[in-house]
């Protein structure tokens, strides 16, 4: 019926708000520190370890720090590639050398200067994503726009993708259905744990 009320909808909607509460109580310092110690979870994980190419985003200052990622990637010489928004509202990714060459775009997101070379991520590629909730089994809410979802769409070719949180975002369930891509891995500051069979 027209007009009715959509429980998934609506599922999301309570989920977000709680989760927003919770991040945006986490302390700057407390952030960076996470995003260091995830970030050398990652390093040590063979998929982002032998991944010609580390697909990543610049954080919110509401999620957990990115930028020791990046950092850690550029000392070893692995290529760095960031996200930009497409006016069909799916994502491009281009290298980016420096933090520094990271721009303000759509949204009032970090994200590569117009003249950096944009790139295809490959199936022996890993992708870290952004989430505003996860569970065990990798399934992945974000925060509505569908961007990840479109760009990789369950079932069709993708890098390996990692969802990066801090442990309080991790949940019993996320509501999802079958148009929401999920992760194959999960990483916190706690934590890296395979939702899906590992790489070979």
């Given at each position: 019926?027209?007009?009715?009320?959509?429980?998934?909808?609506?599922?999301?909607?309570?989920?977000?708000?709680?989760?927003?509460?919770?991040?945006?109580?986490?302390?700057?310092?407390?952030?960076?520190?996470?995003?260091?110690?995830?970030?050398?979870?990652?390093?040590?994980?063979?998929?982002?370890?032998?991944?010609?190419?580390?697909?990543?985003?610049?954080?919110?200052?509401?999620?957990?720090?990115?930028?020791?990622?990046?950092?850690?990637?550029?000392?070893?010489?692995?290529?760095?590639?960031?996200?930009?928004?497409?006016?069909?509202?799916?994502?491009?990714?281009?290298?980016?050398?420096?933090?520094?060459?990271?721009?303000?775009?759509?949204?009032?997101?970090?994200?590569?200067?117009?003249?950096?070379?944009?790139?295809?991520?490959?199936?022996?590629?890993?992708?870290?994503?952004?989430?505003?909730?996860?569970?065990?089994?990798?399934?992945?809410?974000?925060?509505?726009?569908?961007?990840?979802?479109?760009?990789?769409?369950?079932?069709?070719?993708?890098?390996?993708?990692?969802?990066?949180?801090?442990?309080?975002?991790?949940?019993?369930?996320?509501?999802?259905n079958e148009r929401d891509r999920?992760?194959?891995?999960?990483?916190?500051?706690?934590?890296?744990?395979?939702?899906?069979?590992?790489?070979?």
């Amino acid at each position: 019926m027209s007009g009715s009320p959509d429980p998934l909808a609506s599922e999301k909607r309570r989920l977000r708000e709680e989760m927003a509460t919770q991040r945006s109580a986490v302390p700057e310092a407390r952030a960076q520190a996470a995003g260091e110690a995830a970030a050398r979870l990652l390093l040590a994980e063979r998929a982002v370890h032998e991944a010609g190419r580390v697909g990543l985003y610049a954080s919110l200052p509401d999620e957990i720090a990115t930028r020791p990622l990046f950092d850690a990637l550029r000392s070893r010489g692995v290529a760095a590639l960031f996200p930009r928004c497409r006016t069909d509202r799916t994502l491009e990714f281009a290298r980016v050398e420096r933090w520094d060459d990271l721009r303000r775009g759509r949204y009032g997101l970090l994200e590569p200067g117009e003249d950096a070379t944009v790139e295809r991520l490959e199936s022996r590629d890993a992708l870290v994503v952004p989430g505003v909730a996860f569970d065990a089994r990798g399934h992945r809410l974000g925060r509505g726009g569908g961007y990840y979802d479109r760009s990789f769409p369950p079932g069709a070719p993708a890098p390996v993708l990692i969802g990066l949180a801090y442990e309080l975002q991790v949940v019993d369930c996320v509501p999802c259905n079958e148009r929401d891509r999920g992760v194959e891995a999960l990483v916190t500051e706690l934590a890296l744990r395979w939702v899906a069979a590992e790489p070979q």
